[in-house]
T-cell receptor, first 113, second 110 residues
Framework: EPEVTQTPSHQVTQMGQEVILRCVPI?????FYWYRQILGQKVEFLVS????????KSEIFDDQFSVERPDGSNFTLKIRSTKLEDSAMYFC???????????FGPGTRLTVL | GIQVEQSPPDLILQEGANSTLRCNFS?????LQWFHQNPWGQLINLFY???GTKQNGRLSATTVATERYSLLYISSSQTTDSGVYFC????????????FGTGTRLQVFP
């Protein structure tokens, strides 16, 4: 069964460093998302991406964040200068059509020291 | 925006018991999904259920969209059912993002 994959599973970085989180969505999916979950809290939407552009972003998704689909399979989230409060689990999701079921990857746990 | 509330916040059961988790939402939705977050933090898709009833083994779910709620039933619970259960909805108005509830933390003891 096809699934969304994410790498790395865990990343530790120093405050101020750049990090890139990688996702491989399900191959025939067209809509891609990033969500995050701070420890002990609910999952929050960050950004949605379709047809090579951002379709919606939350207030969290400020100028420090960017997303890219560099090729036909990868979808990346970059944080330019990490802050302590960026420590969270980051989930990638994808779906074939808008309003359909979204499938989530296993997450990347980001720890900023 | 749309509000999503889940109840109860915490649930403690003995193995073999049945339970019902509830998700209320404040406006019309195009999509509703139930997830189980396991102890490793992974979100496992349980149901995609914007309306109607579905069953998968010991789990079933019902969404009554006109009354703005969804229920997740767990029968004959097992210790492996422990974790946090999230409901997430996609508001009908020009968005496809999922809005998550605060979850129900389930602990099943042998």
């Amino acid at each position: 069964e096809p699934e969304v994959t994410q790498t790395p599973s865990h990343q530790v970085t120093q405050m101020g460093q750049e990090v890139i989180l990688r996702c491989v969505p399900i191959s025939n999916h067209l809509y891609f998302y990033w969500y995050r979950q701070i420890l002990g809290q609910k999952v929050e939407f960050l950004v949605s991406f379709y047809n090579n552009e951002i379709s919606e972003k939350s207030e969290i998704f400020d100028d420090q964040f960017s997303v890219e689909r560099p090729d036909g399979s990868n979808f990346t989230l970059k944080i330019r200068s990490t802050k302590l409060e960026d420590s969270a689990m980051y989930f990638c999701a994808s779906t074939q059509d808008r309003d359909n079921e979204q499938f989530f990857g296993p997450g990347t746990r980001l720890t900023v020291l | 925006g749309i509000q999503v509330e889940q109840s109860p916040p915490d649930l403690i059961l003995q193995e073999g018991a049945n339970s019902t988790l509830r998700c209320n939402f404040s406006d019309s939705v195009n999509n509703l999904q139930w997830f189980h977050q396991n102890p490793w933090g992974q979100l496992i898709n349980l149901f995609y259920i914007p309306s109607g009833t579905k069953q998968n083994g010991r789990l079933s779910a019902t969404t009554v969209a006109t009354e703005r709620y969804s229920l997740l039933y767990i029968s004959s619970s097992q210790t492996t059912d422990s974790g946090v259960y999230f409901c997430a909805v996609e508001w009908s108005y020009n968005t496809d993002k999922l809005i998550f509830g605060t979850g129900t933390r389930l602990q099943v003891f042998p």
